[in-house]
């Protein structure tokens, strides 16, 4: 399995970004996670998507701002991002595995290679 994220880039506070991730391999009874990880601080859980049926969960922290989706004809996880403030900057992750729903980043052996996300206050 192989993960391949995109779209970060520098925005406004306010503004807003999509991340994306395409995946070569096998999705079915996956889950996609989206991380990230800011300067000095732990990598830490963004959002889940599980992928059979496109159900979503979100840390408190981004929900009601951040929405993942995917698309089964790409093989792609989106990660919308709306309402962005300075502290969302960070290197965002996607990374995937197979059975269970875990919002821990030790739980999954599937990573992309990050995209660095900045918001400007």
């Known amino acids: 399995v192989q993960l391949q994220a995109s779209g970060g880039g520098l925005v406004q506070a306010g503004g807003s970004l999509r991340l994306s991730c395409a995946v070569s391999?096998?999705?079915?009874?996956?889950?996609m996670g989206w991380f990230r990880q800011a300067p000095g601080k732990e990598r830490e859980f963004v959002g889940i998507?599980?992928?059979?049926?496109?159900?979503?969960y979100y840390a408190d922290s981004v929900k009601g701002r951040f929405t993942i989706s995917r698309d089964n004809a790409k093989n792609t996880v989106y990660l919308q991002m709306d309402s962005l403030k300075p502290e969302d900057t960070a290197v965002y992750y996607c990374?995937?595995?197979?059975?269970?729903?875990?919002?821990?980043?030790?739980?999954?052996?599937?990573w992309g290679q990050g995209t660095l996300v900045t918001v400007s206050s």
């Open positions: 990374a995937l595995r197979y059975g269970r729903y875990y919002d821990y980043p030790r739980y999954y052996p599937y």
């Open positions: 391999g096998r999705t079915v009874s996956s889950y």
């Open positions: 998507v599980r992928w059979n049926d496109n159900s979503a």
